[in-house]
Nanobody
Framework: QLQLVESGGGLVQPGGSLRLSCAAS????????IGWFRQAPGKEREGVSC????????NYADSVKGRFTIYRDNAKDTVYLQMNSLKPEDTAVYYC?????????????????WGQGTQVTITS
């Protein structure tokens, strides 16, 4: 079953930084677009960022533009989400998933199921 593994979450103060990692053992991530999503308590899961299979294209939610950077290391077959200038409203469980790109969306059709995610908590 296709399920990615997230890691790198933790507790950090406002203004701090954190880097999340996304990996899988039964597929090659470089073949797919990868998206990061997050879900805060009582809220729906929302898209955070997406990177194309080649790594040449990226997009971000307006709420994280200028603060978060998505990139991939093909040698390690890992996708990262670098999060800087973190705010309390960034607190959530963060998930990654593989996607097929469509003509409408780079992260268009999700493959597999959601995993356990990694907890990110921003508090002073």
């Amino acid at each position: 079953q296709l399920q990615l593994v997230e890691s790198g979450g933790g507790l950090v103060q406002p203004g701090g930084s954190l880097r999340l990692s996304c990996a899988a053992s039964r597929l090659t991530l470089s073949e797919y677009a990868i998206g990061w999503f997050r879900q805060a308590p009582g809220k729906e899961r929302e898209g955070v960022s997406c990177i194309s299979s080649s790594g040449s294209s990226t997009n971000y939610a307006d709420s994280v533009k200028g603060r978060f950077t998505i990139y991939r290391d093909n040698a390690k077959d890992t996708v990262y989400l670098q999060m800087n200038s973190l705010k309390p409203e960034d607190t959530a469980v963060y998930y990654c998933a593989a996607f097929l790109s469509t003509t409408l969306r780079m992260c268009g059709l999700r493959l597999g199921s959601w995993g356990q995610g990694t907890q990110v908590t921003i508090t002073s």
